[in-house]
């Protein structure tokens, strides 16, 4: 996930932060660019993670190439670099960089993707003309970003609702926008794109399965007083490491209901350049 300057990325590549990256996949994270894609095109995947997303582009592009970009010194490459050997992708190469100045020409890639990404940087208009600039005329910028103030649940667990006002807190003295799919098209405007060449969708991500419940609870359960949103929401005063112990129990409550049921929404941006 990319990290630039004036924001700081939020959850990190704790375990519990790779646990759930690398379960996305181009189906499950991009199912609304796939019908956009041709074999031989290149494509940026910027803040590609563990690489997942990464690698299942490559797949859909045999003919073309595909370049994962993470931010300088991070670890998370070497997952991304292993994940591609052990499925046998060639097509693809990672790299590191700022999303908002991405070391690239101008008009180099014919797609250039982010998921999950906007959301953190301190500046996504600059981010998304950074992505613009990049592009080939007549290519695509794809975008999906999470909206945490649409997200819903059931049942309503004591303890979830303040999660998710220190969550959006956390975020935003980070710098970032938690709410950033309900201003991806605005953002887009803003950096250039016409009315006329953005189509906008939205997708979801839902958990209700005894199996789903567990991973998801849990996975929120140890980034809730593991990773680097817990350090970010204590040294901005948004809790106290009790308070973050009763965050976990309430996800951990949540996962353990029969009837629980979770649901994110994601904004979905392609625009043509």
């Known amino acids: 996930m990319s990290e630039s300057k004036g924001a700081t990325y939020t959850h990190g590549h704790h375990e519990s932060v790779l646990r759930s990256h690398s379960?996305?996949?181009?189906?499950?994270?991009?199912a609304y660019l796939i019908p956009y894609l041709k074999p031989d095109?290149?494509?940026?995947?910027?803040?590609?993670?563990?690489?997942?997303?990464?690698?299942?582009?490559?797949?859909?592009?045999?003919?073309?190439h595909v370049t994962g970009l993470e931010v300088p010194n991070s670890d998370v490459l070497d997952k991304a670099r292993a994940n591609a050997a052990e499925r046998?992708?060639?097509?693809?190469?990672?790299?590191?960089?700022?999303?908002?100045?991405?070391?690239?020409?101008?008009?180099?890639?014919?797609?250039?993707?982010?998921?999950?990404?906007?959301?953190?940087?301190?500046?996504?208009?600059?981010m998304l003309k950074e992505m613009r600039r990049v592009t080939?005329?007549?290519?695509?910028?794809?975008?999906?970003?999470?909206?945490?103030?649409?997200?819903t649940w059931y049942p309503e667990v004591e303890g979830l609702e303040d999660w998710r006002v220190g969550y959006l807190k956390t975020a935003r003295a980070n710098g970032g926008e938690p709410d950033a799919g309900r201003r991806l098209h605005v953002w887009a405007k803003a950096a250039g794109f016409s009315r006329e060449s953005i189509t906008l969708s939205v997708g979801t991500w839902c958990y209700?399965?005894?199996?789903?419940?567990?991973w998801w609870s849990g996975l929120?359960?140890?980034?809730?007083?593991?990773?680097?949103y817990a350090s970010s929401a204590i040294q901005h005063g948004v809790y106290t490491q009790e308070g973050l112990q009763r965050v976990s129990e309430a996800w951990r409550k949540w996962g353990a209901e029969e009837d629980g049921?979770?649901?994110?929404?994601?904004?979905e941006l392609v625009a043509r350049v």
């Not at 097509?91 to 070391?103: C, R, S």
Request: proline share 6%; hydrophobic share 40%.
């Open 23 to 30: 379960w996305r996949t181009a189906k499950n994270s991009a």
């Open 41 to 64: 095109m290149t494509l940026l995947d910027i803040g590609c993670g563990p690489g997942t997303i990464t690698a299942d582009f490559a797949a859909l592009l045999p003919q073309g």
């Open 88 to 126: 046998g992708v060639t097509n693809i190469t990672f790299t590191t960089g700022n999303a908002l100045a991405l070391p690239f020409p101008n008009d180099t890639f014919d797609v250039v993707h982010a998921h999950q990404v906007l959301q953190h940087v301190g500046d996504p208009i600059q």
């Open 136 to 151: 080939k005329p007549g290519g695509i910028v794809a975008a999906r970003e999470a909206d945490f103030s649409g997200m």
């Open 208 to 214: 209700y399965t005894p199996e789903e419940r567990a």
């Open 220 to 228: 929120w359960a140890d980034r809730s007083v593991s990773s680097n």
């Open 261 to 267: 049921w979770f649901t994110l929404i994601h904004g």
